[in-house]
């Protein structure tokens, strides 16, 4: 007979909407199903990939972090596409959600730190679509809670017992629970787990099996990649398997998760990827500044989304190759770069 108690009692609720959980034998059921371990080719394009994979009211989440490795150009697709009612997950969502909220993808979202884009100040977008009633914030969680919620849907658990979120108001907009702990008595908060419908990932380097490189810090994207239930890789450049096999320590997501792989170079463009090139500010102030009102979305949308049929279109358009070897020379670039929140920090 064990000496805990023998069962926990729910002492609290969160008022936030559940997204993204599912029954965990039921997903395990899903991936069975839809999955397989064999070394399949996964290579294909983007359009197809959107297309196949991601489908209107999905829960999304993004890899990477705020205005870093992000797949751009996998978010420009799904606003070409027109996607709808996607509901987002913005564990550290920045440049990403709110070009997506002005693209008319976004109904719904769970956020932890949004609608702002760091040191360049608010998402003037996002925060009007939240304002208007266009998008719904249903919950909110912190960075780490989100963090763990798809350690969660990794695991195949339904949820994460953790001790950081008592007693805040983040608890108070989350889906989260406070229970009694069985073996103590005292309170514990449990973070419901989270299966992403799809998630993107943008990688330096992978194999045409989706066996991916990421070198650096990793922020989310090990438990995301393993959490998602499908699971679009862009990458900057398609290696041989043999490449991979020669450092098996840099391959952080396994082939066999992975629905596709695209390769798209520079294609987490206007964010930093690490090593391979800087921010383009550029790109990233015009969207600041034409975003604050509806019709400057509007024209950003019609110049640089739909006014052009894929990223390397798109690529042309704000510089094509030349702009992205000066965005590799980081030094000079900041050198030459103007951009007010740069000569703020100067002052």
Known sequence: MSKGRSAMKVLDEGEGELVGWYDPDENRE????NKTPA?????????????????????????????????FAGIYEMIRQKKRNITMLGKTAAHDMDVLIGGGCVSKAEVAY???HELRGLSACGRRAVESGTVKVVAEISNGGFQWRFLG??????????????????????????????FTGKPICLLPSCNPDVVFIHVPRADCFGNCQIDGILIEDFELARAARRLIITTEKIIHNEDIRKHPDLTKIPGFIVDAVVEVKYGAHPTLMPDLYYFDEEVIGTWLEMSKTEEGTLQWMDKYVYGTSNFQEYLQLVGGEEKMKYLYDVEHYEAELKAPWLDKKKK
């Open 39 to 71: 070394l399949v080719d996964k290579r294909m394009d983007l359009a197809s990939a959107v297309s196949k994979f991601v489908k209107d009211g999905d829960i999304l989440g993004m890899g990477g972090f705020g205005h870093i490795r992000v797949s």
């Open 30 to 33: 899903w991936i069975a199903r």
């Open 153 to 182: 849907g990794m695991m195949g658990v339904p949820f994460i017992p953790c001790r950081m979120m008592l007693g805040s108001d983040t608890f108070r907009k989350s889906s989260a629970k406070v229970v009694e702990d069985p």
């Open 114 to 116: 949004s609608f702002a």
